[in-house]
């Protein structure tokens, strides 16, 4: 498939799934997730000279993404007459958390409502997860309402895929974590903060909640360049990661205009499997994405892939299979991330046994590989890998209220 043939890709009914629907803005609109043209345009809307654009852009981009202003009174460096303006006609809004649910280990899953395009209309809902550990905090991040694919171990992928979600709505997923979090720097501090990174609660980002990044490839670009910019919330390329499962020509393209790291949902080391667990892999076989790979841009020892392999007991779980996986990745800069299958109500997959895994680990790392085998996290509220938009929708509407309450008082 050639470049342009991939940015008008279209659904193949047989393995993707067709949105149900495309986004509409809201009458007022937020400002989160513009890009710095964008904005200019926006206050050329509100009479702002087009000689001063450039300066208020700047002083805009800092209250959204280093402050992390939710209003446009606080934005104490802008004129009255200019916030006035702004209020007017737009908004600050994050998406709202309608519930949280905290596992045992410290794991937060947040149900969170996205602003309704139109007024009296239900909103659509995303799943959120922040995982602390002792030195980082990652945010897991959606890009769909859904999922366009069809992953049999993945619970994700038995949903609907209602639409993409905007730069705005992906942006909007760390503004509000740090809202949360009270991560952002002390309101009524000094003006400027000589490092916004500084003891940061939020420090890593992967695009691995529901829906395929790659296939909301301009939104999910936009946002990332939003969330690594340096003058606002300023995390670093190397604390992005983007996950596929495997939309090869749009694998290079990646690399070259957004430039993050990279992890690919590979899971089986034959066709005849992979066409099963991953069905995306009919369009785009196994030697085409390792292909893909091997182009993207960047890739080193120090820039390496990360390779994720889901571990199903008695499926691709052997030794046969780790021999074939360290010939199959032989030449690419790489790391192995096996991942304990996170069971799900009604899947036919079992996780491997414990020992099964760590010989397979061990086989892997001795060709070469670091192979570290991802601890669960979050299982006991359905917010590890593979198991998001699940247990949520299933709640009665008592049950959300109080979580929702919960999450309110907290």
Known sequence: MTMSAAAQHSPDPAIEKTPLERYV??????????????????????????RQRAMRVRQLWHWLYVRGARDFAEMSSVSKDLRDALARQFTLARPEVVAEQVSADGTRK????LPAEIAGERAHEVECVYIPDSDRATLCLSSQVGCTLNCTFCHTGTQRLVRNLTAGEIVGQVMLARDRLADWPRQGGPPEVPDPRAGRLVTNVVMMGMGEPLYNFAAVRDALLIISDNEGLALSRRRITLSTSGVAPLIPRAGAEIGVMLAVSLHAVTDALRDTLVPLNRKYPIHVLLDACRN?????????????YVMLKGINDSLADARALVRLLKGIPAKINLIPFNPWPGTIYECADWEQIEKFSEYVFNAGYSSPVRTPRGRDILAACGQLKSETEKLSARERLALRAMAMTE
């Not at 993207?296 to 994720?308: A, D, K, M, V």
Request: net charge neutral; no cysteine; glycine share 12%.
């Open 110 to 113: 947040w149900l969170l409502r």
């Open 25 to 50: 803005a809201p009458a007022t609109p937020s400002l989160i997730g513009l890009a710095r043209g964008e904005l200019a345009d926006r206050l050329g809307e509100v009479g702002v000279p087009e």
């Open 296 to 308: 993207y841009p960047g890739l080193s020892n120090s820039r390496r892939i990360t390779f994720e």
